[in-house]
């Protein structure tokens, strides 16, 4: 697979610049560590747990990859777990007679088949107690683990029980530092992981230099050169996201488009995708005041600017606390960023997204 494929890497040899975060989640789970694995959209979080996943097939632990974005309830995590164990061929052996038992189970060519259960937190719970007891060292990845928290609560518990019965298995949360995540990572001292918050791994935009190698790598792949001031152009206005550059070098490469053309397409299918996560985010929270916000951020700006901005939109006096808690929202979310009391979204897309008003 080449560097400008836009699937999720799974080979080591197709994961560029990367090499520490891998060795040190790894490392982490061998030694059943629980871990956490931060940072924004498309910068290769989902590659890297796919490609730690080959590493460890090799050293007999066993995965279950689980993507959970629009999962929401319990039955939705249901779902997305038999989803992750289907493949995951191996586990699913080990476990197949057994999880029959489980009421709201089924068994078929397919794999795993979940029906409506009465109590699917049960049902989760029974699979997990049987992964622990037949399938020896296992990791469950637990993608996009913030769409879980109108059920955090329960959740909490289920995991204070695996943490504290089966060893064996280790997991790995990845998402935005909101909701659940925060929860995992902050516990009070009432919540059930309190003092067992997840080890913290941080994957950032790559810095300029690593961004400019891995464009000419690509192109390299596919005999192509390309001029260091177009390689540097894009650097500069992708910020260094992987996804985002593999996008670009993908229009390049692989659609043959020429540099402006393939840089102006990124943009456009980049802002499709940030406005329909965007909208998901923005789902049962104050519309108008966190748009007007995000739009004030996108110049950037400082926190009266964001207040003012969000009371003009409102066309009403907006207190304090409701301006510092969209911003600390948006700011666990990794939507925007603050250094020096300033407020910027970092992300390319979102601000062509806000700046070109293709957002209300």
Excluded at 120 to 135: R, V
Excluded at 337 to 360: A, W
Aim: charge should be positive.
């Amino acid at each position: 697979m080449s560097l400008f494929n836009l699937n999720p890497k799974e080979s080591p040899n197709e994961l560029f610049g990367r090499e520490k975060e891998l060795e040190e989640l790894i490392r982490l789970i061998k030694a059943r560590r629980w871990i956490a694995v931060l940072g924004p959209r498309m910068v290769g979080k989902t590659s890297l747990l796919k490609v730690a996943n080959t590493k460890l097939e090799k050293a007999k632990i066993k995965t279950v990859y689980t993507n959970l974005w629009g999962a929401k309830a319990t039955n939705g995590l249901l779902k997305a777990l038999a989803r992750g164990l289907n493949d995951e061929k191996s586990l699913l052996q080990k476990i197949k007679d057994a999880a029959k038992r489980i009421e709201g189970v089924s068994i078929g060519s397919g794999g795993i088949a979940i029906s409506v259960s009465k109590k699917p937190m049960t049902t989760i719970w029974d699979l997990l107690e049987t992964i622990g007891n037949q399938a020896g060292d296992c990791v469950i990845e637990l993608d996009e683990v913030q769409e879980l928290a109108a059920i955090s609560g329960r959740l909490l518990k289920l995991l204070a029980n695996i943490f504290n019965t089966h060893p064996n298995i280790v997991f790995v949360f990845t998402g935005s530092m909101f909701g659940l995540m925060k929860t995992l990572l902050e516990p009070g001292a009432s919540s059930p992981l309190y003092g067992r918050s997840p080890a913290k791994l941080y994957l950032q935009p790559f810095e300029k230099e690593l961004a400019q190698q891995f464009l000419q790598k690509g192109f390299k792949e596919y005999n192509l050169t390309i001029k260091d001031e177009i390689v540097n152009e894009v650097v500069e206005r992708l910020d260094g996201i992987p996804g985002w550059l593999t996008l670009y070098g993908n229009n390049v490469a692989v659609r043959k488009l020429p540099h402006k053309k393939a840089l102006e397409e990124t943009l456009s299918e980049g802002t499709k995708i940030v406005k329909d996560e965007l909208e998901h985010f923005l789902e049962g929270r104050d519309r108008q005041a966190y748009l007007a916000a995000l739009k004030a951020a996108a110049t950037p700006a400082r926190w009266t600017e964001i207040k003012g901005a969000v009371e003009i939109a409102k066309a009403s006096t907006v207190n304090d606390a409701t301006v510092y808690r969209i911003l600390e929202n948006l700011k666990a979310a990794m939507i925007i960023q603050e250094k020096e009391n300033v407020y910027r979204v970092d992300d390319p897309m979102l601000r062509t997204l806000l700046l070109t008003s293709q957002v209300t």
